[in-house]
Protein backbone atom coordinates (compact mmCIF):
# COMPACT_ATOMS: atom_id res chain seq x y z
CA UNK A 1 0.00 0.00 0.00
CA UNK A 2 1.14 3.46 -1.14
CA UNK A 3 2.10 5.40 2.17
CA UNK A 4 0.19 9.14 2.06
CA UNK A 5 2.06 10.52 -0.37
CA UNK A 6 3.71 13.78 0.15
CA UNK A 7 2.04 16.79 -2.36
CA UNK A 8 3.59 18.46 -5.16
CA UNK A 9 6.94 19.79 -3.01
CA UNK A 10 6.69 23.58 -2.34
CA UNK A 11 10.32 25.13 -3.34
CA UNK A 12 12.38 25.48 -0.36
CA UNK A 13 12.43 28.96 -0.45
CA UNK A 14 9.65 30.58 -1.30
CA UNK A 15 9.11 33.72 -3.16
CA UNK A 16 10.01 37.21 -1.23
CA UNK A 17 6.52 38.04 -1.53
CA UNK A 18 4.78 35.30 0.24
CA UNK A 19 7.43 34.90 2.81
CA UNK A 20 7.17 38.80 4.11
CA UNK A 21 4.27 40.56 1.91
CA UNK A 22 1.36 38.41 1.82
CA UNK A 23 1.58 37.36 5.99
CA UNK A 24 2.13 41.30 6.39
CA UNK A 25 -1.40 42.03 4.19
CA UNK A 26 -3.00 39.64 5.89
CA UNK A 27 -2.61 40.50 9.20
CA UNK A 28 -2.30 44.31 8.15
CA UNK A 29 -5.82 43.56 7.03
CA UNK A 30 -7.25 41.90 10.09
CA UNK A 31 -5.61 44.36 12.55
CA UNK A 32 -8.00 47.34 10.53
CA UNK A 33 -11.24 45.20 10.68
CA UNK A 34 -12.02 46.54 13.98
CA UNK A 35 -11.46 50.03 13.16
CA UNK A 36 -13.60 49.35 9.68
CA UNK A 37 -16.23 47.84 11.45
CA UNK A 38 -16.84 48.39 15.24
CA UNK A 39 -19.89 45.61 15.38
CA UNK A 40 -20.03 43.21 17.97
CA UNK A 41 -21.15 40.61 15.59
CA UNK A 42 -18.75 41.00 13.09
CA UNK A 43 -16.32 41.77 15.84
CA UNK A 44 -17.28 38.14 16.85
CA UNK A 45 -17.07 36.97 13.41
CA UNK A 46 -13.34 37.58 12.64
CA UNK A 47 -12.52 36.29 15.88
CA UNK A 48 -13.75 33.24 15.59
CA UNK A 49 -12.30 32.77 12.05
CA UNK A 50 -8.80 33.90 13.32
CA UNK A 51 -9.08 30.94 16.05
CA UNK A 52 -10.24 28.67 13.52
CA UNK A 53 -7.10 29.77 11.60
CA UNK A 54 -5.06 29.17 14.69
CA UNK A 55 -6.47 26.04 14.49
CA UNK A 56 -5.95 25.04 11.02
CA UNK A 57 -2.26 26.58 11.48
CA UNK A 58 -1.23 24.35 14.20
CA UNK A 59 -1.97 21.24 11.72
CA UNK A 60 -0.07 22.39 9.08
CA UNK A 61 2.95 21.77 10.91
CA UNK A 62 2.04 18.22 11.19
CA UNK A 63 0.16 17.83 7.92
CA UNK A 64 2.20 20.42 5.79
CA UNK A 65 5.47 19.44 6.60
CA UNK A 66 5.17 16.00 8.16
CA UNK A 67 2.90 14.73 5.49
CA UNK A 68 0.61 13.13 8.53
CA UNK A 69 -3.40 13.50 7.82
CA UNK A 70 -4.37 13.83 11.19
CA UNK A 71 -8.17 13.56 11.62
CA UNK A 72 -8.49 13.96 15.42
CA UNK A 73 -7.35 17.72 15.36
CA UNK A 74 -10.86 19.10 16.70
CA UNK A 75 -10.23 17.26 20.00
CA UNK A 76 -6.69 19.86 21.12
CA UNK A 77 -9.37 22.09 20.15
CA UNK A 78 -12.25 21.09 22.50
CA UNK A 79 -9.87 19.78 25.20
CA UNK A 80 -8.13 23.48 25.27
CA UNK A 81 -11.78 24.42 25.76
CA UNK A 82 -12.94 22.24 28.34
CA UNK A 83 -9.40 22.78 30.15
CA UNK A 84 -10.52 26.45 30.13
CA UNK A 85 -14.24 26.10 31.19
CA UNK A 86 -13.78 23.63 33.91
CA UNK A 87 -11.25 25.36 35.72
CA UNK A 88 -13.68 28.58 35.31
CA UNK A 89 -16.62 25.97 37.24
CA UNK A 90 -13.98 25.83 39.93
CA UNK A 91 -13.40 29.37 40.12
CA UNK A 92 -9.81 29.73 38.97
CA UNK A 93 -10.99 31.99 36.05
CA UNK A 94 -7.51 33.70 35.40
CA UNK A 95 -5.79 33.41 31.89
CA UNK A 96 -2.59 33.32 33.44
CA UNK A 97 -3.38 30.07 34.48
CA UNK A 98 -6.11 28.63 32.89
CA UNK A 99 -4.38 29.09 29.68
CA UNK A 100 -1.30 27.65 30.29
CA UNK A 101 -3.14 24.28 31.89
CA UNK A 102 -5.06 24.73 28.27
CA UNK A 103 -1.89 24.27 26.62
CA UNK A 104 -0.37 21.76 28.67
CA UNK A 105 -3.51 19.84 28.46
CA UNK A 106 -3.31 19.52 24.73
CA UNK A 107 -0.07 18.87 24.88
CA UNK A 108 -0.03 15.87 27.34
CA UNK A 109 -3.52 14.70 25.04
CA UNK A 110 -0.84 15.06 21.64
CA UNK A 111 1.92 13.30 23.90
CA UNK A 112 0.45 9.90 24.35
CA UNK A 113 -2.01 9.56 21.51
CA UNK A 114 0.89 11.13 19.29
CA UNK A 115 3.28 8.19 21.01
CA UNK A 116 0.35 5.80 19.86
CA UNK A 117 -0.31 6.76 16.60
CA UNK A 118 2.86 7.91 15.27
CA UNK A 119 3.74 3.97 15.09
CA UNK A 120 1.40 3.74 12.03
CA UNK A 121 1.42 4.90 8.55
CA UNK A 122 -0.79 6.39 5.93
CA UNK A 123 -4.44 5.31 6.12
CA UNK A 124 -4.24 3.80 9.22
CA UNK A 125 -2.90 7.05 10.77
CA UNK A 126 -6.03 8.76 9.82
CA UNK A 127 -7.82 6.19 11.23
CA UNK A 128 -6.29 5.77 14.60
CA UNK A 129 -5.99 9.99 15.07
CA UNK A 130 -10.09 9.92 14.28
CA UNK A 131 -10.18 7.22 16.86
CA UNK A 132 -8.58 9.05 19.72
CA UNK A 133 -10.39 12.32 18.51
CA UNK A 134 -14.12 10.04 19.09
CA UNK A 135 -12.61 9.14 22.44
CA UNK A 136 -11.97 12.70 23.32
CA UNK A 137 -15.28 13.56 22.11
CA UNK A 138 -16.91 10.76 23.94
CA UNK A 139 -15.57 11.62 27.36
CA UNK A 140 -16.72 15.31 26.78
CA UNK A 141 -20.55 13.69 26.25
CA UNK A 142 -19.60 11.66 29.86
CA UNK A 143 -18.73 14.69 31.59
CA UNK A 144 -21.85 15.00 33.45
CA UNK A 145 -20.35 16.79 36.29
CA UNK A 146 -19.47 19.19 33.72
CA UNK A 147 -22.82 19.34 31.48
CA UNK A 148 -22.49 16.38 29.63
CA UNK A 149 -24.42 16.59 26.49
CA UNK A 150 -25.41 20.02 27.00
CA UNK A 151 -21.67 21.91 27.51
CA UNK A 152 -20.68 23.96 30.13
CA UNK A 153 -21.04 28.06 30.52
CA UNK A 154 -18.95 30.29 31.66
CA UNK A 155 -20.48 33.77 33.06
CA UNK A 156 -17.87 35.89 31.88
CA UNK A 157 -14.52 35.51 30.22
CA UNK A 158 -11.27 34.95 31.50
CA UNK A 159 -9.56 37.39 33.61
CA UNK A 160 -6.23 39.00 33.20
CA UNK A 161 -4.20 39.29 36.26
CA UNK A 162 -7.79 40.36 37.90
CA UNK A 163 -9.15 42.39 35.54
CA UNK A 164 -12.10 41.66 33.10
CA UNK A 165 -10.54 43.41 30.27
CA UNK A 166 -11.35 40.21 27.80
CA UNK A 167 -14.72 41.34 28.17
CA UNK A 168 -14.40 44.36 26.04
CA UNK A 169 -14.51 42.67 22.59
CA UNK A 170 -12.18 44.81 20.78
CA UNK A 171 -9.51 44.12 23.45
CA UNK A 172 -10.45 40.04 22.61
CA UNK A 173 -10.50 40.98 19.00
CA UNK A 174 -6.48 42.09 19.61
CA UNK A 175 -5.81 39.61 22.16
CA UNK A 176 -6.51 36.83 19.29
CA UNK A 177 -5.00 38.78 16.08
CA UNK A 178 -1.85 38.79 18.75
CA UNK A 179 -2.37 35.23 19.56
CA UNK A 180 -2.62 34.42 15.94
CA UNK A 181 0.56 36.41 14.59
CA UNK A 182 2.92 34.86 17.75
CA UNK A 183 1.78 31.45 16.73
CA UNK A 184 2.32 32.10 13.01
CA UNK A 185 5.62 33.86 14.11
CA UNK A 186 6.64 30.83 16.38
CA UNK A 187 5.50 28.26 13.94
CA UNK A 188 7.48 29.95 11.16
CA UNK A 189 10.62 30.02 13.71
CA UNK A 190 10.40 26.35 14.43
CA UNK A 191 9.75 25.01 10.57
CA UNK A 192 12.47 27.02 9.41
CA UNK A 193 15.53 25.76 12.16
CA UNK A 194 17.34 22.91 11.97
CA UNK A 195 14.31 20.61 13.80
CA UNK A 196 11.46 21.93 10.75
CA UNK A 197 14.45 20.92 7.96
CA UNK A 198 14.25 17.18 9.61
CA UNK A 199 10.83 17.15 10.10
CA UNK A 200 10.32 18.02 5.71
CA UNK A 201 13.49 15.36 5.19
CA UNK A 202 11.38 12.75 6.72
CA UNK A 203 8.54 13.70 5.02
CA UNK A 204 10.05 13.74 1.68
CA UNK A 205 12.74 10.40 2.05
CA UNK A 206 12.36 8.75 5.31
CA UNK A 207 14.82 6.12 4.67
CA UNK A 208 17.84 8.89 4.06
CA UNK A 209 16.82 10.41 7.24
CA UNK A 210 17.18 7.90 9.45
CA UNK A 211 20.57 7.04 7.42
CA UNK A 212 21.53 10.21 8.50
CA UNK A 213 21.01 9.56 11.67
CA UNK A 214 17.81 10.84 12.45
CA UNK A 215 14.78 9.32 14.10
CA UNK A 216 11.81 10.91 12.25
CA UNK A 217 10.00 9.22 15.10
CA UNK A 218 10.78 11.37 17.74
CA UNK A 219 10.92 14.62 15.46
CA UNK A 220 7.43 13.67 14.15
CA UNK A 221 6.11 13.47 18.24
CA UNK A 222 7.70 16.83 18.52
CA UNK A 223 5.98 18.03 16.18
CA UNK A 224 2.68 15.99 17.00
CA UNK A 225 3.13 17.84 20.50
CA UNK A 226 3.50 21.43 19.49
CA UNK A 227 0.43 20.94 17.42
CA UNK A 228 -1.69 19.64 20.17
CA UNK A 229 -0.36 22.72 21.84
CA UNK A 230 -1.33 24.98 19.34
CA UNK A 231 -4.41 24.21 19.17
CA UNK A 232 -5.26 23.71 22.64
CA UNK A 233 -4.81 27.00 22.96
CA UNK A 234 -7.00 28.37 20.07
CA UNK A 235 -9.19 26.35 21.96
CA UNK A 236 -8.82 28.32 25.09
CA UNK A 237 -9.66 31.40 23.23
CA UNK A 238 -12.34 29.54 21.54
CA UNK A 239 -14.36 28.52 25.03
CA UNK A 240 -13.76 32.44 25.54
CA UNK A 241 -15.16 33.56 22.70
CA UNK A 242 -19.06 32.52 23.19
CA UNK A 243 -18.18 32.03 26.87
CA UNK A 244 -19.22 28.17 26.40
CA UNK A 245 -17.93 24.84 25.64
CA UNK A 246 -19.96 21.64 24.28
CA UNK A 247 -18.68 17.99 23.14
CA UNK A 248 -20.10 19.43 19.51
CA UNK A 249 -16.75 21.52 19.26
CA UNK A 250 -14.72 18.07 18.39
CA UNK A 251 -16.57 16.09 16.69
CA UNK A 252 -15.05 14.08 13.39
CA UNK A 253 -16.92 17.07 11.04
CA UNK A 254 -14.78 19.43 12.36
CA UNK A 255 -11.62 17.60 11.92
CA UNK A 256 -12.50 17.35 8.34
CA UNK A 257 -12.86 20.83 8.44
CA UNK A 258 -9.87 21.66 9.65
CA UNK A 259 -8.26 19.57 7.00
CA UNK A 260 -10.77 21.72 4.44
CA UNK A 261 -9.29 25.02 5.79
CA UNK A 262 -5.30 23.90 5.21
CA UNK A 263 -5.77 22.35 1.65
CA UNK A 264 -7.88 24.95 0.75
CA UNK A 265 -5.40 27.96 1.63
CA UNK A 266 -2.79 26.17 0.59
CA UNK A 267 -1.11 23.34 3.38
CA UNK A 268 3.03 23.87 3.91
CA UNK A 269 2.88 27.51 3.71
CA UNK A 270 1.61 28.63 6.93
CA UNK A 271 -0.11 31.68 6.12
CA UNK A 272 -2.22 29.62 3.37
CA UNK A 273 -3.68 27.46 6.56
CA UNK A 274 -4.27 30.78 8.09
CA UNK A 275 -5.93 32.09 4.93
CA UNK A 276 -8.10 29.37 4.82
CA UNK A 277 -8.84 29.05 8.06
CA UNK A 278 -10.29 32.66 8.49
CA UNK A 279 -11.44 31.96 4.26
CA UNK A 280 -13.80 28.66 5.18
CA UNK A 281 -15.30 30.19 8.33
CA UNK A 282 -16.15 33.41 6.44
CA UNK A 283 -17.72 31.47 2.95
CA UNK A 284 -19.76 29.32 5.68
CA UNK A 285 -21.14 32.38 7.43
CA UNK A 286 -22.16 33.69 4.10
CA UNK A 287 -23.73 30.96 2.63
CA UNK A 288 -25.51 30.51 6.08
CA UNK A 289 -27.06 34.00 5.73
CA UNK A 290 -28.33 33.02 2.38
CA UNK A 291 -29.87 29.69 3.25
CA UNK A 292 -30.13 27.30 5.20
CA UNK A 293 -28.99 24.56 3.12
CA UNK A 294 -25.72 26.61 2.38
CA UNK A 295 -23.63 22.42 3.29
CA UNK A 296 -25.79 22.12 -0.80
CA UNK A 297 -23.21 24.81 -1.91
CA UNK A 298 -20.60 24.26 0.24
CA UNK A 299 -19.99 20.41 -0.15
CA UNK A 300 -19.45 21.05 -3.61
CA UNK A 301 -17.13 23.81 -3.36
CA UNK A 302 -14.67 21.49 -0.99
CA UNK A 303 -15.27 18.65 -3.19
CA UNK A 304 -14.22 21.19 -6.55
CA UNK A 305 -11.28 22.34 -4.50
CA UNK A 306 -10.21 18.85 -3.82
CA UNK A 307 -10.64 17.63 -7.63
CA UNK A 308 -9.29 21.13 -8.93
CA UNK A 309 -7.35 23.62 -7.15
CA UNK A 310 -4.01 21.57 -5.61
CA UNK A 311 -1.68 23.58 -3.89
CA UNK A 312 -4.95 25.85 -2.57
CA UNK A 313 -5.19 29.56 -2.57
CA UNK A 314 -1.68 30.54 -2.24
CA UNK A 315 -0.41 28.55 -4.79
CA UNK A 316 -3.55 30.35 -7.03
CA UNK A 317 -2.06 33.22 -5.64
CA UNK A 318 1.70 32.15 -6.95
CA UNK A 319 -0.04 31.40 -10.57
CA UNK A 320 -1.76 34.78 -10.67
CA UNK A 321 0.54 37.33 -9.37
CA UNK A 322 3.76 35.46 -10.91
CA UNK A 323 6.96 34.66 -8.96
CA UNK B 1 -26.59 -9.48 34.35
CA UNK B 2 -29.52 -11.99 33.81
CA UNK B 3 -29.05 -14.61 31.09
CA UNK B 4 -32.38 -13.56 29.14
CA UNK B 5 -30.59 -9.56 28.92
CA UNK B 6 -27.21 -11.66 27.75
CA UNK B 7 -29.23 -13.27 24.96
CA UNK B 8 -30.92 -10.73 24.03
CA UNK B 9 -28.47 -7.83 24.04
CA UNK B 10 -26.15 -10.78 22.39
CA UNK B 11 -28.74 -11.16 19.02
CA UNK B 12 -28.49 -7.49 19.35
CA UNK B 13 -24.89 -7.18 18.89
CA UNK B 14 -25.07 -9.88 16.11
CA UNK B 15 -27.61 -7.66 14.36
CA UNK B 16 -25.22 -4.05 14.77
CA UNK B 17 -22.16 -6.55 13.34
CA UNK B 18 -24.07 -7.70 10.51
CA UNK B 19 -24.99 -4.22 9.25
CA UNK B 20 -21.26 -3.24 9.86
CA UNK B 21 -20.24 -6.01 7.62
CA UNK B 22 -22.67 -4.75 4.96
CA UNK B 23 -21.11 -1.09 5.06
CA UNK B 24 -17.51 -2.60 5.98
CA UNK B 25 -17.28 -5.10 3.18
CA UNK B 26 -17.84 -2.25 0.62
CA UNK B 27 -15.80 0.06 2.19
CA UNK B 28 -12.94 -2.34 2.21
CA UNK B 29 -13.21 -3.66 -1.15
CA UNK B 30 -12.61 -0.14 -2.77
CA UNK B 31 -10.13 0.83 -0.08
CA UNK B 32 -8.22 -2.22 -1.19
CA UNK B 33 -8.90 -2.75 -5.30
CA UNK B 34 -8.38 1.52 -5.32
CA UNK B 35 -6.65 2.43 -2.68
CA UNK B 36 -9.76 5.14 -2.45
CA UNK B 37 -10.56 6.25 1.10
CA UNK B 38 -14.44 7.02 0.86
CA UNK B 39 -15.80 8.96 3.36
CA UNK B 40 -18.49 9.18 1.75
CA UNK B 41 -19.73 5.19 2.00
CA UNK B 42 -22.11 5.95 5.25
CA UNK B 43 -24.36 8.77 3.26
CA UNK B 44 -24.89 6.13 0.81
CA UNK B 45 -25.90 3.68 3.58
CA UNK B 46 -28.16 6.92 4.73
CA UNK B 47 -29.26 6.91 0.97
CA UNK B 48 -30.34 3.48 1.44
CA UNK B 49 -32.41 3.96 3.80
CA UNK B 50 -34.02 7.08 2.38
CA UNK B 51 -34.91 5.27 -0.71
CA UNK B 52 -36.49 2.62 1.53
CA UNK B 53 -38.73 4.85 3.03
CA UNK B 54 -39.93 6.71 -0.27
CA UNK B 55 -40.36 3.48 -2.49
CA UNK B 56 -42.00 1.81 0.43
CA UNK B 57 -44.67 4.37 0.95
CA UNK B 58 -44.89 4.76 -3.13
CA UNK B 59 -45.14 1.11 -3.65
CA UNK B 60 -47.27 0.26 -0.65
CA UNK B 61 -45.27 -3.13 -0.91
CA UNK B 62 -42.12 -3.57 1.42
CA UNK B 63 -40.02 -5.93 -0.65
CA UNK B 64 -41.24 -4.00 -4.18
CA UNK B 65 -39.70 -1.08 -2.06
CA UNK B 66 -36.81 -2.65 -1.35
CA UNK B 67 -35.71 -3.68 -4.43
CA UNK B 68 -36.37 -0.46 -6.11
CA UNK B 69 -34.41 1.01 -3.14
CA UNK B 70 -31.62 -1.43 -4.28
CA UNK B 71 -31.52 -0.59 -8.17
CA UNK B 72 -31.62 2.93 -7.29
CA UNK B 73 -28.77 2.95 -4.70
CA UNK B 74 -26.58 1.23 -7.31
CA UNK B 75 -27.42 3.82 -9.97
CA UNK B 76 -26.65 6.94 -7.32
CA UNK B 77 -23.27 4.59 -6.56
CA UNK B 78 -22.49 4.70 -10.11
CA UNK B 79 -23.40 8.30 -10.66
CA UNK B 80 -21.05 9.30 -7.75
CA UNK B 81 -18.42 7.05 -8.96
CA UNK B 82 -18.34 9.11 -12.19
CA UNK B 83 -19.18 12.37 -11.09
CA UNK B 84 -16.17 12.46 -8.28
CA UNK B 85 -14.49 9.38 -7.19
CA UNK B 86 -13.18 8.86 -10.73
CA UNK B 87 -11.29 12.04 -10.62
CA UNK B 88 -9.73 11.29 -7.56
CA UNK B 89 -8.29 7.72 -8.15
CA UNK B 90 -4.25 8.91 -8.71
CA UNK B 91 -4.86 11.43 -6.27
CA UNK B 92 -2.93 11.21 -1.98
CA UNK B 93 -5.43 10.00 0.30
CA UNK B 94 -5.84 13.54 1.44
CA UNK B 95 -7.71 14.63 -1.25
CA UNK B 96 -9.59 11.66 -1.90
CA UNK B 97 -11.01 12.31 2.22
CA UNK B 98 -11.44 16.03 1.58
CA UNK B 99 -13.28 15.18 -1.94
CA UNK B 100 -15.49 12.52 -0.03
CA UNK B 101 -16.14 14.82 3.13
CA UNK B 102 -17.46 17.46 0.58
CA UNK B 103 -19.78 14.88 -0.64
CA UNK B 104 -21.14 14.45 3.38
CA UNK B 105 -21.77 17.67 3.67
CA UNK B 106 -23.83 18.05 0.29
CA UNK B 107 -25.67 14.48 0.60
CA UNK B 108 -26.74 15.12 4.00
CA UNK B 109 -27.58 18.78 3.62
CA UNK B 110 -29.51 17.16 0.07
CA UNK B 111 -31.57 14.29 1.84
CA UNK B 112 -32.79 17.19 4.16
CA UNK B 113 -33.89 19.68 1.51
CA UNK B 114 -35.56 16.39 -0.65
CA UNK B 115 -37.14 14.97 2.60
CA UNK B 116 -37.22 17.75 5.06
CA UNK B 117 -35.36 17.37 8.41
CA UNK B 118 -37.94 15.15 10.33
CA UNK B 119 -36.81 11.77 10.90
CA UNK B 120 -39.27 9.07 8.71
CA UNK B 121 -40.37 5.88 9.91
CA UNK B 122 -40.67 2.65 7.92
CA UNK B 123 -42.92 0.32 8.73
CA UNK B 124 -42.43 -3.56 9.20
CA UNK B 125 -43.50 -5.61 6.52
CA UNK B 126 -46.72 -7.80 8.53
CA UNK B 127 -44.87 -10.92 7.71
CA UNK B 128 -41.61 -10.06 9.43
CA UNK B 129 -43.23 -8.26 12.48
CA UNK B 130 -44.03 -9.68 15.94
CA UNK B 131 -41.95 -11.33 18.21
CA UNK B 132 -40.72 -15.38 18.43
CA UNK B 133 -39.59 -17.24 21.54
CA UNK B 134 -36.03 -18.58 20.85
CA UNK B 135 -36.16 -20.09 24.59
CA UNK B 136 -37.53 -20.32 28.15
CA UNK B 137 -38.82 -15.91 28.45
CA UNK B 138 -36.71 -15.27 26.05
CA UNK B 139 -39.05 -13.34 23.27
CA UNK B 140 -36.95 -11.91 20.27
CA UNK B 141 -38.07 -9.27 16.91
CA UNK B 142 -38.51 -11.75 13.99
CA UNK B 143 -37.20 -8.49 12.38
CA UNK B 144 -33.95 -8.20 14.07
CA UNK B 145 -33.57 -12.08 13.61
CA UNK B 146 -34.11 -11.35 9.64
CA UNK B 147 -31.78 -8.46 9.55
CA UNK B 148 -29.27 -11.14 11.06
CA UNK B 149 -30.60 -13.60 8.94
CA UNK B 150 -30.48 -11.92 5.46
CA UNK B 151 -26.75 -10.08 6.59
CA UNK B 152 -25.48 -13.59 7.00
CA UNK B 153 -26.81 -14.74 3.90
CA UNK B 154 -25.18 -12.13 2.23
CA UNK B 155 -21.76 -12.51 3.94
CA UNK B 156 -22.11 -16.23 2.32
CA UNK B 157 -23.18 -14.83 -1.14
CA UNK B 158 -19.97 -12.32 -0.97
CA UNK B 159 -17.73 -14.95 -0.01
CA UNK B 160 -18.89 -17.21 -3.12
CA UNK B 161 -18.74 -14.64 -5.18
CA UNK B 162 -15.44 -13.26 -4.18
CA UNK B 163 -13.61 -16.99 -3.91
CA UNK B 164 -15.38 -18.93 -6.35
CA UNK B 165 -16.22 -16.45 -9.38
CA UNK B 166 -14.17 -14.65 -12.12
CA UNK B 167 -15.02 -11.57 -11.02
CA UNK B 168 -14.36 -12.29 -7.44
CA UNK B 169 -10.37 -13.22 -8.78
CA UNK B 170 -9.70 -10.07 -10.31
CA UNK B 171 -11.15 -8.60 -6.94
CA UNK B 172 -9.06 -10.64 -5.30
CA UNK B 173 -5.81 -9.62 -6.92
CA UNK B 174 -7.01 -5.81 -7.35
CA UNK B 175 -6.59 -6.03 -3.68
CA UNK B 176 -3.57 -7.47 -3.32
CA UNK B 177 -1.48 -5.66 -6.13
CA UNK B 178 -4.09 -3.39 -8.34
CA UNK B 179 -0.99 -1.98 -10.67
CA UNK B 180 0.02 -5.96 -11.42
CA UNK B 181 -3.96 -7.09 -12.02
CA UNK B 182 -4.01 -3.88 -14.60
CA UNK B 183 -0.32 -4.60 -16.46
CA UNK B 184 -1.77 -8.19 -16.93
CA UNK B 185 -4.52 -6.34 -19.27
CA UNK B 186 -7.54 -6.38 -16.98
CA UNK B 187 -9.21 -3.15 -17.16
CA UNK B 188 -8.76 -2.26 -13.41
CA UNK B 189 -11.18 0.90 -13.59
CA UNK B 190 -13.87 -1.02 -14.93
CA UNK B 191 -13.34 -3.64 -12.23
CA UNK B 192 -13.19 -0.71 -9.92
CA UNK B 193 -16.28 0.87 -11.42
CA UNK B 194 -17.95 -2.40 -10.71
CA UNK B 195 -16.43 -2.83 -7.18
CA UNK B 196 -18.01 0.86 -6.53
CA UNK B 197 -21.57 0.03 -7.29
CA UNK B 198 -21.88 -3.26 -5.57
CA UNK B 199 -20.11 -1.48 -2.43
CA UNK B 200 -22.77 1.31 -2.54
CA UNK B 201 -25.95 -1.12 -3.40
CA UNK B 202 -24.70 -3.57 -0.38
CA UNK B 203 -24.53 -0.07 2.12
CA UNK B 204 -27.68 0.87 0.60
CA UNK B 205 -29.30 -2.46 1.30
CA UNK B 206 -28.12 -2.04 5.55
CA UNK B 207 -29.83 0.70 4.84
CA UNK B 208 -33.25 -0.57 4.01
CA UNK B 209 -32.56 -3.17 6.71
CA UNK B 210 -32.18 -1.03 9.46
CA UNK B 211 -34.71 1.86 8.42
CA UNK B 212 -37.74 -0.25 9.85
CA UNK B 213 -35.50 -0.67 13.00
CA UNK B 214 -33.63 3.24 13.65
CA UNK B 215 -35.59 6.40 12.59
CA UNK B 216 -34.15 7.55 9.33
CA UNK B 217 -32.74 11.20 9.19
CA UNK B 218 -29.83 13.20 8.22
CA UNK B 219 -26.48 12.37 9.08
CA UNK B 220 -27.65 8.64 10.15
CA UNK B 221 -24.88 7.52 7.96
CA UNK B 222 -22.17 9.65 9.67
CA UNK B 223 -21.47 7.49 13.06
CA UNK B 224 -22.15 4.02 11.11
CA UNK B 225 -19.56 5.18 9.11
CA UNK B 226 -16.45 5.95 11.51
CA UNK B 227 -18.13 2.33 13.15
CA UNK B 228 -17.59 0.64 9.47
CA UNK B 229 -13.56 2.66 9.77
CA UNK B 230 -12.83 0.90 13.27
CA UNK B 231 -13.74 -2.16 11.82
CA UNK B 232 -11.75 -2.39 8.39
CA UNK B 233 -8.78 -1.34 10.34
CA UNK B 234 -9.41 -3.59 13.00
CA UNK B 235 -9.91 -6.49 10.45
CA UNK B 236 -7.30 -5.11 8.16
CA UNK B 237 -7.91 -3.51 5.29
CA UNK B 238 -8.90 -4.48 1.70
CA UNK B 239 -10.24 -7.84 3.38
CA UNK B 240 -13.52 -9.50 3.57
CA UNK B 241 -12.81 -12.06 6.12
CA UNK B 242 -11.14 -9.30 8.19
CA UNK B 243 -14.28 -7.27 7.73
CA UNK B 244 -16.42 -10.08 8.89
CA UNK B 245 -15.00 -10.72 11.99
CA UNK B 246 -13.62 -7.21 13.12
CA UNK B 247 -17.51 -6.14 12.37
CA UNK B 248 -18.85 -9.05 14.87
CA UNK B 249 -16.04 -8.03 17.53
CA UNK B 250 -17.44 -4.60 17.23
CA UNK B 251 -21.39 -5.31 16.85
CA UNK B 252 -21.08 -7.57 20.10
CA UNK B 253 -18.26 -5.55 22.22
CA UNK B 254 -20.21 -2.15 21.63
CA UNK B 255 -23.63 -3.75 22.42
CA UNK B 256 -22.94 -5.80 25.21
CA UNK B 257 -20.15 -3.39 27.37
CA UNK B 258 -23.67 -0.69 26.84
CA UNK B 259 -26.05 -2.61 28.68
CA UNK B 260 -23.55 -4.61 31.26
CA UNK B 261 -20.60 -2.08 31.92
CA UNK B 262 -21.76 -0.47 35.15
CA UNK B 263 -22.78 -3.88 36.84
CA UNK B 264 -19.24 -5.17 35.36
CA UNK B 265 -17.58 -2.15 37.13
CA UNK B 266 -19.47 -2.89 40.17
CA UNK B 267 -18.43 -6.58 40.36
CA UNK B 268 -14.87 -5.37 39.67
CA UNK B 269 -15.68 -3.17 43.26
CA UNK B 270 -16.33 0.20 42.21
CA UNK B 271 -18.90 2.07 43.99
CA UNK B 272 -22.13 2.29 42.55
CA UNK B 273 -21.89 5.54 41.50
CA UNK B 274 -18.29 5.63 40.08
CA UNK B 275 -19.73 2.79 38.18
CA UNK B 276 -22.53 4.40 37.24
CA UNK B 277 -20.69 7.48 35.61
CA UNK B 278 -17.76 6.00 34.18
CA UNK B 279 -19.59 3.07 32.74
CA UNK B 280 -21.20 4.87 29.85
CA UNK B 281 -17.90 6.56 28.88
CA UNK B 282 -15.91 3.47 28.79
CA UNK B 283 -18.49 2.04 26.82
CA UNK B 284 -19.10 4.65 24.67
CA UNK B 285 -14.92 4.22 23.97
CA UNK B 286 -14.65 0.58 24.11
CA UNK B 287 -14.44 -0.12 20.54
CA UNK B 288 -11.63 2.84 19.97
CA UNK B 289 -10.11 1.42 22.57
CA UNK B 290 -9.75 -1.85 21.01
CA UNK B 291 -9.08 -0.60 17.91
CA UNK B 292 -6.08 1.54 19.25
CA UNK B 293 -5.07 -1.87 21.05
CA UNK B 294 -5.24 -4.05 17.84
CA UNK B 295 -2.92 -1.10 15.75
CA UNK B 296 -0.72 -0.82 18.79
CA UNK B 297 0.10 -4.55 18.37
CA UNK B 298 -1.04 -5.57 14.89
CA UNK B 299 -0.13 -1.96 12.91
CA UNK B 300 -2.33 -3.76 9.75
CA UNK B 301 -4.99 -5.29 11.53
CA UNK B 302 -5.84 -8.48 11.93
CA UNK B 303 -5.83 -10.01 8.62
CA UNK B 304 -3.77 -8.17 6.47
CA UNK B 305 -4.54 -8.37 2.77
CA UNK B 306 -1.68 -7.15 1.58
CA UNK B 307 2.12 -8.06 2.48
Known sequence: MAETPAPAALPATPPLWRRIWLPVVVFALLALVPFVWSERFILGLVSRAMIMAIGALSLDLILGYGALVSFGHAAFLGIGAYAVAILFSHDIVDASIAFPVAILAGALFALVTGAISLKTRGVYFIMITLAFGQMAYFTATSLSAYGGDDGLRMFHRSEVFGTRILANDTAFYFVVLGTLVLCFLLLKA???????????????NERRMRALGFDPFRYRLAAYVIAGAVCALSGALFANLGMFVAPAYMTWQRSGEFIAMVVLGGMGTLIGPIIGGIGVTLVEEWLAALTQHWKVIFGPMVILVAIFARGGVVKLLERGGGK | MSSTLLIIQTLNGLQLGVLLFLIAAGLTLVFGVMDFINLAHGVQYMLGAYLAAMFVAWTGSFFIGIALALITALACGLVLEVAVMRHLYDRDHLEQVLATFGLILFL????????????????????????????????????????????????????????????????????????????????????FMIVFGFGAMLAGFAGCMAAPVFSVEPGMGDNLLILAFVVIVIGGIGSIRGAFVGALLVGLVDTLLRSFSVDLLRLSGLSPSDARTIGPAIASMSIYILMAAVLFFRPTGLFPAKG
Open chain 2, 108 to 191: NEGVKIVWGAAPLQVPIPPSLSGTIRIADGVLYPVWRLAIIGSGLAVALGLYLVVAKTRVGMLIRAGATNAPMVSALGVDIRRL
Open chain 1, 190 to 204: IVGSRFGRVLRGAKE
